[in-house]
């Protein structure tokens, strides 16, 4: 066993924050920038809204379906070694993608394989965060998900910049240079000592003596382990949460996408159109670590589901302002408000999911989570940009994406309503059955001197 050279809450915990905060920084907040691109793209490529569409569309699900393979890379290798690599695949994805001479190229470069190195970068800082915090985890999560607001903050301002001076093709070779700085945070990530056991294979059952129906055991229990299957099947509170993101994805991405395309087809200029999704990051980077330490309170830890369904609410509501009117003082306040809900839903996604799942299955739980939402993440741009060539107005975008945030809502909290009143009402009758039967003092003697008092031993996770 390697020695461990860290303890959970520890000093060093800090530096993993930050690590975690520039590479959620580097890697969620990138397809935020995209909507730069967006026009230039489709004027380079002469591809119509649907298909220029496309490209955020496969990077944003490449960054969520890659739950699963980086969840078997945690476990054999480690989330140090996972980061370092996915940095180096979204580096090399960039690179050749400045290089792409048609839109299918650009799909498999920037899109899949820098896609995929940033799922293992991201997935992998959010999992080693639950590892080194445990009395401050989610003040750690949304401290780190500041990352998301200064890449948010600065990605539109940086992108629209180099977009003017170098192309985007030249862009993409500075930004692949950019990627590298994520090996740098994995390299700051070291083995941390726990206080849970590792699981133990000694009651697993002898291999059966025919290798061929041994190989394909191990591979389904493997699969079934990594996508978390038990956990589908046996946890109401997950399939729900689950489902609702799903529903929430196919609208929350879309104002990222198609803000500055429709503030520019009204006549707003480059710049002001870019500024717009700056105002929203940098409103968060004030109100994420606020927003952290209420709802960190052990008073709101039974009432995070229900904060994180009236953000997505709050946040379909506002897409609405949209539609009224695409002055930039309009889309400013848009933009404030829009802000406080994305603040809200950024640090509660993960630290729901943690409530609902216990923290030894949070890895799988999370790949299959991520797929999930990668499959809608991955229809969501182009349904809308297939609506934008059919109506040729953008209104119609924000009221899609309006009316798939309403929905997740109103879905999730009643459903989370209804299971907290059953789990209230099967432990009523368990109580008054166990207040029916009569205890036997011999019985209660016995068990009480079987206690006994055990030393916590430390256990140093694969980190």
């Known amino acids: 066993m390697p020695q461990a050279l860290e303890r959970a809450d520890g000093r060093w915990a800090w530096m993993v924050l930050l690590a975690s905060l520039v590479t959620q920084a580097l890697t969620v907040a990138f397809p935020v920038c995209i909507g730069v691109f967006f026009t230039e793209l489709q004027h380079d490529f002469q591809a119509s809204n649907s298909e220029t569409s496309w490209f955020p569309s496969i990077m944003g699900a490449m960054l969520h379906a890659g739950g699963p393979l980086c969840s078997i890379l945690v476990g054999r290798f480690g989330c140090r070694a996972t980061m370092m690599f996915g940095g180096v695949m979204s580096s090399l994805g960039m690179v050749a993608s400045s290089f792409s001479r048609t839109l299918v190229q650009l ?14 970068s991201f997935q992998s800082s959010i999992t080693v965060l639950g590892l080194y915090f445990v009395r401050r985890r989610p003040l750690a999560n949304a401290l780190a998900s500041i990352g998301i607001s200064i890449g948010v903050t600065l990605w539109p301002l940086v992108a629209r910049c180099l977009l003017e001076k170098l192309g985007w093709r030249g862009t993409f070779l500075v930004f692949g240079g950019v990627f590298l700085h994520v090996c740098i ?3 700051i990530v070291r083995p941390v000592a726990t206080s849970k056991a590792p699981e133990t294979r000694d009651d697993l059952p002898p291999l059966p003596k025919a290798p061929s129906h041994g190989c394909l055991a ?8 990594h996508l978390a299957c038990d956990i589908l099947w046996h946890n109401t509170g997950y399939c729900v949460y689950t489902m609702g993101v799903m ?3 196919l609208g929350f991405s879309l104002p990222f996408i ?3 395309p429709y503030a520019m087809r009204y006549g707003m200029e480059e710049y002001r159109a870019a500024l717009l999704l700056s105002i929203v990051g940098c409103i968060n980077i004030f109100l994420r670590p606020i927003a952290g330490l209420l709802v960190g309170r052990p008073s709101f830890a039974d ?11 709050l946040n379909g509501l506002t897409n609405l302002v949209c539609t009224v009117s695409a002055e930039f003082q309009v889309l400013v306040g848009y933009c404030m408000v829009y802000s406080v809900s994305m603040c809200c839903v950024g640090i509660l996604i993960f630290q729901v999911l943690m409530d609902i799942v216990p923290m030894d299955r949070f890895p799988s739980a999370l790949g299959l989570f991520t797929v999930l939402c990668g499959i809608t993440s991955l229809i969501s741009p182009p349904l809308a940009g297939f609506v934008l060539d059919t109506t040729d107005n953008f209104s119609y975008v924000f009221y899609m994406s309006s009316f798939f945030l309403i929905t997740s809502s109103l879905f999730m909290g009643g459903s989370f309503y209804a299971l907290q009143k059953r789990e209230r009402k099967s432990k009523q009758d368990k109580a008054g059955d166990t207040s029916e039967t009569v205890p036997v003092p011999g019985l209660l003697l016995e068990d009480r001197s079987k206690k006994q008092l055990y030393t916590e031993i430390m256990y140093v996770t694969s980190v």
Do not use: D, E, N, P
Not at 218 to 225: M, N
């Open 218 to 225: 191990t591979c389904g229990s493997t699969i079934q382990h």
């Open 303 to 313: 009432y995070r589901k229900y904060l994180f369904s009236l953000a997505i609410l």
């Open 247 to 249: 529903v929430m994805i």
């Open 185 to 187: 945070c994995g390299a």
């Open 258 to 260: 198609f803000l500055v």
């Open 107 to 120: 799909f498999l470069t920037a899109g899949f394989i820098t896609g995929l190195g940033m799922s293992f």
